[in-house]
């Protein structure tokens, strides 16, 4: 019975254990050729481009002001991010083309709807100004 006991607390003690892990995001690791690939756009050229393409394919799930609250957060795993954040600002732009063109998990990949690269690189330029 003492056995029982020890192999049950066992298995709930791994269960939790595994559970709690799925909740944790891995980080992101990107690969060096982009954390130090430099943005080819002027980030005071074409702003509105980068904020209109930002509404159109980003808005939906990480929200308007890039907090992670868009209509469709709810509906995604894992965290969204907060663009305004100090955080997500000290990326290099290389980094934050990578996760926008690449993805992973919930987030898709855009080289198909946005095969032009200059347009990720106008979303990057967008949203450095949503820092707080």
Same mark, same amino acid.
């Given at each position: 019975?003492?056995t029982?006991?020890?192999?049950t607390?066992?298995?709930?003690?791994v269960?939790?254990?595994?559970?709690?892990?799925s909740?944790?995001?891995e980080e992101?690791?990107? @690969?060096?050729?982009?954390?130090?690939?430099?943005? @080819?756009?002027?980030?005071?050229?074409d702003? =509105?481009?980068? =904020?209109s393409?930002?509404? $159109?394919?980003? $808005?939906?799930?990480?929200? =308007?002001?890039?907090y992670?609250d868009?209509?469709k957060a709810d509906?995604?795993?894992?965290?969204?991010?907060?663009?305004?954040?100090?955080?997500f600002?000290?990326?290099?732009?290389?980094?934050?083309?990578?996760?926008?063109?690449?993805g992973? /998990? /919930?987030? @898709?990949?855009?080289? $198909?709807?946005?095969?032009?690269?200059?347009?990720r690189?106008?979303?990057?330029?967008?949203?450095?100004t949503l820092?707080?």
């Open positions: 019975m003492k029982f006991k020890i192999l607390i066992i298995g709930v003690l269960f939790i254990f595994f559970s709690f892990n909740f944790v995001q992101w690791k990107v @690969p060096e050729k982009y954390v130090n690939m430099k943005n @080819p756009t002027d980030p005071k050229v702003l =509105k481009i980068g =904020k393409l930002y509404s $159109k394919h980003c $808005k939906s799930c990480h929200g =308007k002001e890039g992670g868009g209509t509906e995604v795993e894992g965290d969204l991010g907060d663009f305004s954040s100090e955080e600002q000290a990326q290099t732009d290389g980094e934050i083309f990578y996760k926008t063109t690449f992973r /998990d /919930d987030m @898709p990949e855009y080289t $198909k709807k946005m095969p032009d690269d200059e347009d690189w106008l979303i990057v330029n967008y949203m450095r820092a707080e």
